[in-house]
């Protein structure tokens, strides 16, 4: 009976550390004010290895490079970024934010993020959005201007200017280093490249089409 009682409470600990990580889900709280990433180090760490704090300044928390990206490329947008990679400062922060500018018709195509989820506020334009989540559901809006769309972490998502004129959003991450995964270019322009077989028994298509499609990203 003690056995059975002990095994018992050992269940219902396990099960409500899981439900409580669960529900809280979140990055770890930072043990210090900050932990400026030290790019030099050698130390390899999840994440970046902390800069001495004696030698932080104002300047590891800015970056003055949020400007219009150019649009003249095969998608007609571009993806500004300001994440630990521009601002040493933000490493162990979770949080980072894009600018994107997209021309007339231009689009910002399926992507994942696989540690972020995605905020975005429309500043000029009009965008169409989507995400499709894990049951192939697909999640579709028209943004005007101020409007809020989120896109949950890792799932596959869009945007397309459908207005007429020039598109300007600003989206937040909630990671320092949120990642990109651009499907298509995942698929038809890995390095080395993705196999003809698998590729077009998964798209339901003879290697003909395939290698045309790869040709496409030349
Ligand atoms: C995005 O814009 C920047 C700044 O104009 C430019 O250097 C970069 O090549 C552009 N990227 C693409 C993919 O067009």
């Given at each position: 009976?003690?056995?059975?009682?002990?095994?018992?409470?050992?269940?219902?600990?396990?099960?409500m550390?899981?439900?409580?990580?669960?529900?809280m889900?979140?990055?770890?709280?930072?043990?210090?004010?900050f932990?400026?990433?030290?790019?030099?180090?050698?130390?390899?760490?999840?994440g970046?290895?902390?800069?001495?704090?004696?030698?932080?300044?104002a300047?590891?928390?800015?970056?003055?490079g949020?400007?219009?990206?150019?649009?003249?490329?095969?998608?007609g947008?571009?993806?500004?970024?300001?994440?630990?990679?521009?601002?040493?400062?933000?490493?162990?922060?979770?949080?980072?934010l894009?600018?994107?500018?997209?021309?007339?018709?231009?689009?910002n195509?399926?992507?994942?993020?696989?540690?972020?989820t995605?905020?975005?506020?429309?500043?000029?334009?009009?965008?169409?959005v989507?995400?499709?989540?894990?049951?192939?559901?697909?999640?579709?809006?028209?943004l005007?201007?101020?409007?809020?769309?989120?896109?949950?972490?890792g799932?596959?998502?869009?945007?397309?200017?459908?207005?007429?004129?020039?598109?300007?959003?600003?989206?937040?991450?909630?990671?320092?280093?949120?990642?990109?995964?651009?499907?298509?270019?995942?698929?038809?322009?890995?390095?080395?490249?993705?196999?003809?077989?698998?590729?077009?028994?998964?798209?339901?298509?003879?290697?003909?089409?395939?290698?045309?499609?790869?040709?496409?990203?030349?």
């Amino acid at each position: 009976m003690a056995g059975y009682l002990r095994l018992t409470l050992i269940f219902m600990c396990v099960f409500m550390f899981s439900c409580s990580e669960r529900v809280m889900g979140r990055d770890p709280d930072s043990l210090q004010d900050f932990c400026v990433a030290d790019k030099q180090s050698k130390v390899s760490v999840n994440g970046f290895s902390c800069k001495d704090p004696k030698m932080v300044s104002a300047e590891d928390f800015f970056f003055g490079g949020l400007r219009r990206g150019d649009t003249n490329n095969a998608v007609g947008s571009n993806v500004t970024a300001a994440n630990v990679n521009q601002i040493p400062g933000l490493n162990t922060l979770g949080i980072s934010l894009v600018r994107i500018d997209y021309a007339v018709d231009g689009i910002n195509p399926p992507h994942t993020h696989p540690r972020a989820t995605e905020i975005l506020v429309l500043l000029e334009g009009k965008l169409l959005v989507g995400f499709i989540d894990t049951t192939n559901k697909f999640h579709s809006k028209v943004l005007e201007k101020g409007d809020v769309f989120v896109f949950p972490k890792g799932l596959l998502h869009f945007q397309q200017n459908v207005g007429v004129g020039d598109a300007v959003a600003i989206a937040g991450l909630s990671s320092q280093n949120p990642g990109v995964q651009v499907t298509a270019n995942s698929l038809f322009a890995a390095n080395p490249s993705m196999p003809d077989g698998v590729l077009s028994k998964a798209f339901r298509s003879d290697k003909t089409l395939v290698d045309f499609i790869k040709g496409k990203f030349m």
